[in-house]
C-alpha cells in the first residue's frame, strides 16, 4: 500500500493526490493571455515609443532612420518650460489632493465600521461613472466671472470682485486636476491603511499620542507606499492630461499631453513619439525610487 | 482622541466626506439641472421642461454614435472580465507577483493622451508592416488587421478597463479560500468544475462589479477612442466634437444627464445590494457563532 492511496481513516475512500491531465496543462496556457496580451498592446507600444521617437519625419508620418531632432524640438523650446512648469502645477495637484483626500482615507479606516468601509470608498467612484470631458466642461459656468462661485461669494459679502483667476488660468488647471484625481489618493491610501490593524490606532490613543504626533509617526509612514501610489497617479496623469488644460486652462496652459496631442494634429509624430519617451521615462524614475523607498507591493498587501 | 469620544467631531467629518463627493458630483448635477431647462445651456431664465428627454431618441447623429459606443462597451467587457478573471488567478498563483500587479496596473498611471498617442503610432506601423508582408505574399486579407477601426478601439479600450476589473476582481478573491478548490479536486473535479461550481458563485458579486465598471468606463471615455476609433463617432467623440464647435445641443444634455442616472443607479444599485447581501449574511452567521446571544 502506497502512501497516496493509504487514508487510514474510517473506511472512507482512499484519496489521490489530483494530477493535472494533458488537457488541464494546455489550457492552463490560457492564464497567460493576458499577460501576453498587455505586453504585445501595452509594454511593446509604450517600449516602440522610443524608436519611433529617432525615426525621420516625412510629409504625413515618418520612415525608419536615426536622429535627435524630435528631442532637440521638445528640450530647445519652449515646450521644455512648458512640461516643467505643468509639473510644478502638477505637484501642487498632488499636494492639494493629499491635504483633502487623505484624512478621508484614515478617517474611513478607524472610524467607520468595518462592514462599510468599502462602501464608503466605493461612493469616490461615482464621479468617474460620468464622462470625464462633462464634468470637466461642466465646471466652466460654475467657476466663470458670473459663475456659481463667485456668485455665491459675493451674495454672502466674502468678496467685493468676482475672482477671475478661478478658470482659464493655472489655476484653473490645479482645480480641474484635484476634482478629476483626488479620489485615487482616497483609494490608494484606503488600501494601504487596511493593511494596518485596527489596533494600532487604539494603541496610540492608550499610550497618549495627540493627532499630530499619531499622524507623522504611525500612519503617514505604514501608508506611504498608498500615498506614494496615488501620488504618481495624480502627478503623472496631471502633467499627461490634454482635456484639462484645454478646457480650464488659459492660453498658456501645456501640458505633455497637450504636446503629444498638437505634435500629432499637427503630423509631427516623432516629436509626440518623443514626448510619449519622456513621460515613460518619468514614469518609470518615479516608480523606481518608489518602490526602492515604499515596497510599492505592500498596498496589494490584503489581496495576497 | 476617540471619535466617538466627541460625537459632534465626528459628525464633522462625515459631514466633510461627504461635501467632498458633493463637490466632485457638482458638474454632474449641473449637467442634469441644465438638461431641464427649457432655454437651454447659459439662458438667463430658467424653465423646466423634460422635452429634451422626448428628443434624444429622435437624434440620429446621437443615436448611431450610441449604437456604436454599446457595440464598444460589449465587446471589450465581454474580453475583459475573463482575462482579467484570467489575470487575478494568475497573480494568485504566480510567484513574480511584482512583474503582474505592474504589467497590470501600470496603464493606471500612463496619462491617457500619451498612451492614446503611442497606441496610434504603434497600430499604424504595425498595419504597414502586415500590408508590406501581405503585398510581399500576394495576399491581401492581412491588410485591415491592424487598420484603425473598431478592432482597434476595443484594445485600447482593453488596456483602459483592465486594471479596474482586475483589481475589483482580486478583491473580491482575497476572501475566497484556496483550500475549497483542492478539496474539490482531490474529489475528483476537473479544474473548470472547481472553479465553475465552488469559486465563481463566491467570486460573482465581483465579477459582475468589474462588468458594470467596464460597460460604464467604455461608455464615458474619451481620449483613446477618439484617436483609435477609425472612421467612426462614439457617444463622447460626438459631445465633444459639439461643445468645441457649436456647443452641445439640449437633447446631449439629456442624454449625459441619461447615461449618467443609468450609470451612478448601476452603481448605487451594486453598493446597496452587497451591503444588504452582507448584512443578510451576518445576520445568519450569527446565531452560529454565538449560540448563547441568538434569541430564544
Redesign the interface.
Known amino acids: 500500500m502506497t502512501a497516496s492511496t493509504d487514508t487510514g481513516l474510517d473506511g472512507l475512500p482512499p484519496v489521490e493526490p489530483f494530477r493535472p491531465t494533458l488537457r488541464e496543462r494546455v489550457s492552463g496556457w490560457a492564464f497567460y493571455i493576458p499577460i501576453v496580451f498587455m505586453v504585445l498592446f501595452f509594454a511593446l507600444p509604450m517600449a516602440l515609443t522610443v524608436v519611433f521617437s529617432v525615426f525621420e519625419r516625412t510629409m504625413f508620418w515618418m520612415e525608419p532612420g536615426f536622429t535627435l531632432l524630435a528631442y532637440e524640438n521638445f528640450f530647445f523650446s519652449a515646450r521644455l518650460e512648458n512640461f516643467l512648469a505643468s509639473m510644478g502645477y502638477s505637484l501642487i495637484s498632488v499636494v492639494v489632493s493629499f491635504c483633502l483626500g487623505f484624512p478621508i482615507a484614515v478617517f474611513v479606516r478607524k472610524s467607520v465600521p468595518q462592514a462599510a468601509q468599502h462602501r464608503v470608498v466605493l461612493l469616490f467612484i461615482l464621479p468617474f461613472m460620468v464622462s470625464e470631458i462633462i464634468r470637466i466642461f461642466a465646471l466652466r459656468p460654475v467657476l466663470q466671472r458670473n459663475g456659481l462661485v463667485n456668485e455665491t461669494l459675493l451674495s454672502l459679502g466674502l468678496i467685493d470682485e468676482p475672482i477671475t483667476a478661478l478658470l482659464y488660468t493655472h489655476t484653473g488647471v490645479i482645480i480641474g486636476e484635484v476634482l478629476s484625481f483626488m479620489p485615487f489618493i482616497v483609494f490608494s491610501g484606503f488600501l494601504a491603511m487596511e493593511a494596518v490593524p485596527k489596533y494600532i490606532f487604539e494603541v496610540c490613543d492608550d499610550l497618549g499620542a495627540g493627532p499630530v504626533r499619531r499622524f507623522t509617526d504611525v500612519i503617514l509612514p505604514l501608508a506611504a507606499p498608498g500615498i506614494f501610489a496615488g501620488a504618481v497617479f495624480i502627478f503623472v496623469n496631471g502633467i499627461g492630461v490634454a482635456l484639462i488644460p484645454n478646457i480650464m486652462g488659459g492660453p498658456g496652459a501645456v501640458n505633455a499631453g497637450l504636446i503629444a496631442t498638437q505634435a500629432i494634429t499637427a503630423l509631427d509624430f516623432p516629436l509626440a513619439m518623443a514626448v510619449s519617451a519622456i513621460m515613460m521615462a518619468t514614469l518609470m524614475g518615479l516608480l523606481y525610487v518608489g518602490h526602492k523607498l515604499f515596497d510599492l507591493t505592500k498596498i496589494l498587501a490584503p489581496m495576497n | 482622541?476617540?471619535?466617538?469620544a466627541n460625537i459632534w467631531l465626528?459628525r464633522a467629518?462625515w459631514a466633510?466626506?461627504l461635501l467632498?463627493?458633493a463637490?466632485?458630483?457638482?458638474?454632474?448635477f449641473?449637467?442634469m439641472y441644465i438638461s431641464f431647462n427649457e432655454n437651454g445651456?447659459?439662458a438667463a431664465e430658467y424653465e423646466f421642461t423634460t422635452r429634451w428627454y422626448g428628443l434624444i431618441f429622435s437624434d440620429g447623429q446621437l443615436m448611431a454614435a450610441l449604437r456604436w459606443t454599446l457595440g464598444l462597451a460589449v465587446t471589450t467587457t465581454l474580453l475583459t472580465i475573463p482575462?482579467?478573471l484570467?489575470?487575478a488567478?494568475?497573480y494568485k498563483?504566480t510567484r513574480a507577483?511584482?512583474a503582474?500587479?505592474?504589467?497590470?496596473l501600470?496603464?493606471?498611471?500612463?496619462?491617457?493622451?500619451?498612451?492614446s498617442?503611442?497606441?496610434?503610432?504603434?497600430f499604424?506601423?504595425v498595419n504597414l508592416s502586415f500590408q508590406w508582408l501581405g503585398d510581399a505574399a500576394g495576399v491581401t486579407f492581412m491588410d485591415s488587421w491592424f487598420r484603425l477601426g473598431f478592432g482597434t478601439t476595443v484594445?485600447g479600450l482593453?488596456?483602459y478597463t483592465?486594471p479596474y476589473a482586475f483589481v475589483v476582481i482580486?478583491?473580491t478573491?482575497?476572501r475566497y479560500n484556496k483550500e475549497q478548490t483542492e478539496a474539490a479536486?482531490?474529489c475528483?473535479a476537473?479544474?473548470?468544475r472547481a472553479f465553475w461550481d465552488i469559486e465563481f458563485p463566491q467570486i460573482r458579486a465581483g465579477v459582475f462589479s468589474a462588468s458594470a465598471?467596464t460597460v460604464?468606463?467604455c461608455?464615458?471615455?474619451?481620449?483613446r477612442t477618439s484617436?483609435l476609433k477609425g472612421g467612426f463617432d462614439t457617444f463622447?467623440t460626438v459631445?465633444?466634437s459639439q461643445?468645441l464647435n457649436e456647443g452641445?445641443s439640449e437633447q446631449s444634455y439629456a442624454m449625459?444627464s441619461f447615461?449618467?442616472v443609468i450609470?451612478?443607479a448601476?452603481?448605487?444599485g451594486?453598493?446597496v445590494f452587497?451591503?444588504l447581501r452582507?448584512?443578510a449574511a451576518?445576520r445568519k452567521a450569527q446565531p452560529v457563532a454565538e449560540p448563547n446571544t441568538a434569541p430564544a
Open positions: 482622541m476617540d471619535d466617538y465626528h467629518k466633510y466626506l467632498i463627493v463637490t466632485l458630483m457638482s458638474p454632474v449641473y449637467v445651456f447659459g482575462m482579467a484570467l489575470a488567478k494568475f498563483a507577483k511584482v503582474v500587479v505592474f504589467l497590470l501600470a496603464p493606471l498611471f500612463v496619462a491617457p493622451d500619451i498612451l498617442a503611442a497606441l496610434l503610432v504603434f499604424k506601423n484594445i482593453i488596456i483592465i482580486l478583491i478573491m482575497g479536486r482531490a475528483g476537473t479544474g473548470w465598471f460604464i468606463l461608455f464615458n471615455e474619451y481620449t484617436l463622447t459631445l465633444v461643445m452641445m449625459s447615461v449618467s450609470a451612478i448601476l452603481i448605487g451594486i453598493i452587497t451591503l452582507s448584512e451576518a
